[in-house]
């Protein structure tokens, strides 16, 4: 059962990766949604579906396990209910498929369904809306699971909002319907704006290339730290040995070798192409911020930490490195090398999985689509390059330091590092949905016991299970030890709101601190784009856009290197209404709104997708950070402002945007 499930799992990434390598947008599976009356009071409404040939669409209610079910979500219904459940107009095809060892059901041909309603006794019409769930696939690959909305109505059905008065929902902005409850006192705030001609995108493509750079590097660190561990170190001379060894030809050794080291890169290289192929930078990021991922991610990160700590090992099936091991040496050439390689990523995978998960996350949480391929490749390029410099030079060999009770302080440390690490996942998820767990000042007591533990093991007055005693202490983990204690004692001054600019990428911001003796040069924030606009236009003061995210990474640097300056602090606090919108507060709204984008009817249903779906039509930009000054009406000032860690810079841009404000306001 649970191969069979594994093989499911695995099934569903290879037909939905073979289907994006295609670089085209395919739709099978088209849809057509009409609503008629058969009586005075009664009705039915029909969703005819138009299959291309060689496609099918897969049946009502599958296993779990396997490929995603069609599924009719009514949302809303006004005016009506349903009658019975929803039936297509011929039965589709079962059959067992081996490949996912399921009954399954589907249609290969265009097929209708129809649901069947009632009009309620003091009606006079009815307006339905929802969503299709479906999925399509061929012989060869499959779409992705897809979500086609509708919305019909029949009758006098109550209207859509056309047209905006002060106080009506914002329909300019394509913000319509009845279940909008929320109000504004003008629509031209929600207008899409046009900035002045400049080298903005530039600006942006520097930003990003910034962001990727960063990836990069961490990567590259993730796979150097890779290497002095227990499953990699050992690997080293016993590999670089067997080339020397299996070539009389000193050559073709090195030949071998690099050809190894390519192998490995080429095998997480392609694990990162296969996550940037099935996810998108959007589905990326709302993935980075989803609380059960963070979650899972944050316990696995405290499983692999204790794991180090001794308490157990964690390994892959023993089959599947001693399966690959064996094809290694049944075959030859360069098959054989690549093999090899594969057999070093399973084998070392207890050590290098931790370092990989996190690298990934950190890069999804960028929201760069290129991320995860970047930050595999640097990770696999610093892994790789201690196999091929040996096979130059393995002389350098015997100069190495020989395995021993120094590998296993390396996986302790490495622990501790998971620990530390873990308490920014759960943070993520517990700032996106409001739990007020973990605030700022919690999260930095834990980092300074953890990092006060860390120097104590490192100094030998702290032992775990598989530790023999220090006799003495190295000069690498003395200043080790210093280093790990002096951090702990630069974070101390953060359980009183010290800014903590080294960290501020990681810590919790501060508007979560209880108590904060450096709050004086704080400006007042809105979390409400409407409300801050309201008071900016009745205070007669710009409005400082701040595009954030609780996962965003380049977010916390800027808030903690410029924003919590006293120069920039001042200037806000004294010229600007500053109004922050996290694009992953995954906070309900009261009510859900109904929004037309791109011709497509959507549903906001969170916080921060109201305030995604504003910086995508009012700003065309769905990165962050993101800043832009506005004036009372809502047109932007001057251009945007992206990821910039420089004071002056930014410095610079305020006067700018406060100097077209007061130009304006002037007139």
């Known amino acids: 059962m649970i191969f069979s499930k594994l093989r499911a799992v695995f099934g569903m990434v290879a037909v939905i990766v073979a289907f994006n390598v295609g670089a085209q947008i395919v739709t099978p599976v088209t849809w057509q949604s009409t609503i008629e009356m058969t009586s005075a009071t009664e009705g039915k409404m029909i969703f005819k579906a138009h299959i291309d040939d060689g496609w099918h669409l897969y049946g009502l209610n599958l296993p ?16 009506a209910s349903l009658i019975g459940d929803i039936v297509p107009s011929v039965a589709p095809i079962e059959k067992v498929d081996r490949f996912f060892d399921l009954k399954l059901s589907w249609w290969e041909s265009d097929v209708a369904f129809t649901q069947l309603f009632k009009l309620d006794s003091d009606s006079h019409g009815c307006r339905v809306s929802g969503t299709i769930e479906f999925q399509g696939c061929n ?29 009506d929902t914002v329909a300019a902005s394509g913000i319509v319907g009845k279940d909008v409850q929320e109000t504004v006192s003008d629509a031209r705030w929600w207008a899409p704006v046009t900035f ?27 796979g150097l730290i890779a290497i002095m561990t227990p499953c990699v170190w050992p690997m080293i001379p016993l590999t670089v040995s067997f080339f020397l060894k299996k070539s009389s030809s000193r050559r073709r050794s ?20 296969i996550i940037t192929l099935v996810f998108d930078a959007g589905k990326l990021n709302d993935l980075a911020t989803n609380a059960v991922f963070n979650l899972i991610f944050f316990a696995l990160l405290v499983v692999f930490a204790v794991s180090f700590f001794g308490a157990f090992d964690i390994k892959l099936p023993s089959s599947w490195s001693t399966g690959v091991d064996s094809k290694a040496e049944r075959t ?36 760069s689509i290129a991320g995860p391929a970047v930050g595999m490749g640097a990770f696999a390029l610093a892994l790789a390059i201690p196999f091929t410099l040996f096979a130059f030079f393995p002389s350098l060999i015997k100069g190495m330091p020989r395995s021993g009770g120094w590998l296993n302080s390396v996986k302790v440390v490495l622990g501790f590092l998971e620990l530390i690490l873990s308490l920014k996942f759960l943070s993520i998820a517990d700032l996106a949905y409001g739990w007020g767990i973990l605030d700022r000042e919690i999260f930095i007591a834990i980092w300074i016991v953890l ?7 490192l100094l030998g007055k702290l032992r775990f299970s598989h530790d023999a005693p220090l006799e003495w202490v190295s000069i690498p983990r003395f200043f080790m030890a210093l280093a790990s204690f002096s951090f702990a004692v630069y974070l101390l001054p953060g359980m009183w709101g010290a800014p903590l600019k080294g960290v501020s990428a990681f810590v919790p911001p501060l508007h979560t601190q209880d108590f904060n003796l450096y709050e004086d040069g704080q400006f007042q924030t809105f979390d409400d784009f409407d409300e801050g606009m309201r008071y900016a236009a009745e205070h007669h003061k710009a409005v400082l856009l701040d595009f954030s995210g609780y996962g965003c990474v380049n977010c916390r640097k800027m808030e903690g290197a410029v924003f919590d300056t006293p120069e920039v602090q001042n200037m806000i606090k004294d010229n600007f209404v500053l109004i922050t919108l996290m694009v992953d507060d995954k906070q309900e709204l009261p ?45 932007a000032l001057v251009n945007p402002y992206y990821f910039d860690e420089s004071v002056d810079k930014f410095v610079d841009w305020l006067n700018s945007g406060l100097k077209a404000y007061k130009a304006e306001t002037s007139k």
């Open 64 to 79: 779990s396990g396997g490929p995603r079910s069609t599924r009719f979500d009514f949302t809303d219904i006004d005016g």
């Open 139 to 167: 012989s060869k690959s499959c779409i992705p699971p897809s979500t086609e909305t509708f919305e019909l109505s029949v009758g006098s059905a109550p209207a859509a909002v056309d047209k905006t008065e002060v106080g």
């Open 196 to 222: 002045p001609e400049s080298d903005e995108a530039s600006t942006l493509d520097i930003a990003r290339s910034s962001s990727l750079w960063y990836i990069f590097i961490w990567g590259f660190i993730g």
């Open 254 to 273: 090195i030949a071998d070798a690099l050809i190894y080291g390519l192998s490995i890169i080429v095998i997480y290289l392609g694990l990162g192409l």
């Open 332 to 367: 030859s050439g360069l098959l054989s090398i690549f093999f090899m390689a594969f057999t070093l990523a399973l084998v070392s995978f207890s050590c290098t999985g931790p370092l990989i998960g996190t690298l990934l996350v950190e890069a999804a949480s960028d929201g």
């Open 451 to 457: 990092f006060i533990l860390l120097g104590m093991y």
């Open 591 to 635: 009510q859900p709104i109904s929004v037309e984008e791109n011709g497509k009817k959507l549903k906001l249903t969170t916080v921060g997708a109201k305030w995604s779906y504003l910086q995508r039509t009012k700003f065309a930009a769905s990165v962050q950070p993101y800043y832009v000054i506005v004036n009372n009406e809502g047109d």
